[in-house]
């Protein structure tokens, strides 16, 4: 079975990062990096800019990745990447809310499994790009 790989964005502003809240399928309801699944040919960076542009209608600069994992059931890969809005302002076309939150309090949110598990590796407090 191929593994599928999913990336997602870590947007940064004013000290506060993006999540979504899923509205359906599996994990609906819970909160999330905004992202989604890689395309063949496509870079991992070139996934979550287009991921982003198609479900919040902005532009992104794609920074380093903060964190990669793989996740056995079902088998897939997370890849997790700061990221910075350089045009548009996010609007909900796939999640049922957004919200800017600081870093410290993503633990208040019931989020998806991958993005608790990304949570123990990322340094979201550390100097933003």
Not at 5 to 17: I, K, P, Q, S
Not at 99 to 112: F, K, M
Request: contains cysteine.
């Amino acid at each position: 079975m191929a593994v599928r790989e999913v990336c997602a964005a870590v947007m940064e502003r004013d000290g506060l990062v993006l999540i979504g809240r899923r509205a359906e399928g599996a994990g609906a309801g819970l909160w999330e990096f905004p992202g989604g699944k890689r395309r063949d040919g496509e870079t991992p960076e070139g996934c979550v800019a287009r991921e982003c542009r198609e479900e919040l209608d902005v532009v992104l600069r794609v920074g380093d990745c903060l964190t990669a994992f793989d996740w056995s059931d079902p088998p897939m890969r997370f890849s997790f990447y700061r990221a910075r809005i350089v045009a548009g302002e996010p609007v909900c076309r796939v999640h049922t809310q957004l919200a800017w939150v600081r870093p410290q309090a993503l633990g208040e949110y019931p989020l998806c499994p991958a993005d608790v598990h990304a949570l123990d590796s990322m340094h979201l407090d550390a100097k933003e790009e």
